[in-house]
């Protein structure tokens, strides 16, 4: 059974018997809504006959594509919005709890099957839930047109002034970041939250720039202006040069001081160069963390048929070969026997190296590299790779994939904080740093103790876009609530290599062996990572949703073991 000291990952639901403002928003909403609100029929239902655990997702008659999902939790049958906030996965082929959460099929998202809360990221927006009544053989639910087809239900963040001492700072402008300040305010928070960000523009979907290369921040915008200044948030463009913890203070690079009674650091990674002869001499050479990394990367890219090497066969590396890979020339260099192979192991490995062959990437494994060479018609310019060994590979331009340390040169000679030897924080199950008063560490550079499936309390760090949300809300209810009990949640990441990639869990004692189901010379497998007879990990293509129930049954202590997964144990049927 999964240790209850995992993570607190929270929707307001949690805190509204104790948020007298929340309350009173609520109840301003609900009378919002009843007033905009309509009685619709349900299509082809005459009753309300789920079963218990059942969910069945039914058009609603009067509206062009509305659809609406209906879920029998403990015998109580509930209608709620049919799509995923996140990238709009239907529901219906998602997965329903017996304690009441739905959970999407593609990349996790989790909601309450009950009012349509969040329960776990990447989801910002609940989905939201209808009034359901049967007459005259019919079934009707009741709401507005609108939240019925868009099915999402932003979270109430706005307050109408500050009010208190309490001062929240949040460094950083990322996905933890943006879950703190919303989690804080949905919940009650109504002192003041500053969020110091050095990127120059709103929290973005960042997984879209490895994935999609796009370039305008507007387009991957995960809230804009407005939304900010509704919560009240003061939104600062500046970067953090120091702290002085004992003071409760944040000093910008611009001069400004801002004092916190919380501090929440959320700084996320900086990407690695290499300390190799040419990197950081020539041009067309990119990191890729930022818009202006993927503008720089496009621009160089040009009109295409581009020459590019890509250094790191990890995520990052893996991802771009994938989104350049049309109409350009790209071999990705990596010092492992198969791409992910740290992680995934070769033979899962070699999967994704076949799938990105298929695409025209081309691969230089097993593989150093010992410095990159000036163009011979632009001496400022990169023009080849030269590996160790002496190959040369021609380039147009470079894209580095070497991974990423924790942003935290800021702390470096800070003599009130301990770095670790990777530069992260150590935290506990709150993410509070250990050492300090009232200072919190989540995502890339948070340490944290893992207890999920073989995790046995092992101090590890993340780099995923879920878990520094996950851990933002986990921040956010400690602050509202320091006596409430941390909440689990399992790690989930995905990642586009031919096929979407499913993974939940995480190996900080690592695996010893790998169960694998299924046809992987088709990409089509689920991957069980065992250490012992405990399975710590799955990775999965091309069979949704069975990372998403992997992960509940983590959550819950249900995964089965190594043997009865080698015995063909289905873990769809487990409920």
Known sequence: MLSPRLFINTG??????????????????????????????????????????????????????????????????????????????????????ADGRITCPWHGACFNAKNGDIENAPALDSIPSFQLSEKNGAVYITGEQQSIKGSRRKPNIKISGISGSE??????????????????????????????????????????????????ASKIALRDDAWFKEGNVDFVSDEVAGIDFSAKKVSTKAGSSFPYTKLVLATGGTPKSLPLPGFKELGNIFLLRTVPHVKAILAAIGVKNKKIVIIGSSFIGMEVANAVAKDNDVTVVGMEKAPLERVMGEEVGKIFQKALEKNGVKFKLSAGVEKAVASKSDSFKVGAIELKGGESLPADLVILGTGVGPATLFLKENKAVELQKDGSLKTDEHFAVSGLKDVY?????????????????????????????????????????????????????????????????????????????????????????????????????????????????????KMPSKSEIEKGVDILTIS
């Open 12 to 97: 307001r639901h949690l805190f509204r018997q104790a948020s007298p403002r929340n309350s009173q928003s609520i109840q301003t909403f609900a009378t919002a809504s009843r007033i905009m609100a309509q009685e619709y029929k349900l299509k082809g239902l005459s009753s309300l006959d789920l079963k218990p655990g059942e969910k069945r997702e039914v058009e609603v008659d009067g509206i062009e594509e509305g659809k609406v999902l209906l879920c029998n939790v403990g015998g109580k049958v509930t209608a709620l919005g049919s799509k995923c906030t996140h990238y709009g996965a239907p529901l219906v082929k998602g997965i329903l709890t």
């Open 167 to 216: 001062k929240v700072v949040i460094v950083g402008g990322g996905s933890g970041a943006l879950g703190t300040l919303e989690a804080l305010r949905e919940n009650g928070y109504k002192g003041s939250i500053t969020l110091i960000s050095s990127e120059g523009y709103n929290p973005i979907d960042r997984t879209k720039l490895s994935k999609a290369l796009i370039d305008d």
């Open 441 to 557: 560490a989540i995502g890339d550079i948070a340490t944290y103790p893992y207890h999920g499936p073989g995790g046995e309390g092992a101090f590890t760090r993340i780099e995923h876009w879920n878990v520094a949300q996950n851990a933002g809300r986990s921040v956010a209810a400690n602050i509202i609530d320091p006596s409430a009990a941390p909440k689990p949640f399992i790690p989930i990441f995905w990642s586009a290599l031919g096929s979407q990639l499913r993974y939940c869990g995480n190996t900080p004692n690592g695996w010893d062996d790998l169960v694998l189901k299924g046809q992987p010379e088709e990409a089509k497998f689920v991957a069980y990572y065992c250490k012992g007879q405990t399975v710590v990990a799955v990775a999965t293509m091309q069979v949704d949703p069975v990372m998403s129930q992997a992960s509940e049954l983590m959550r819950s202590g």
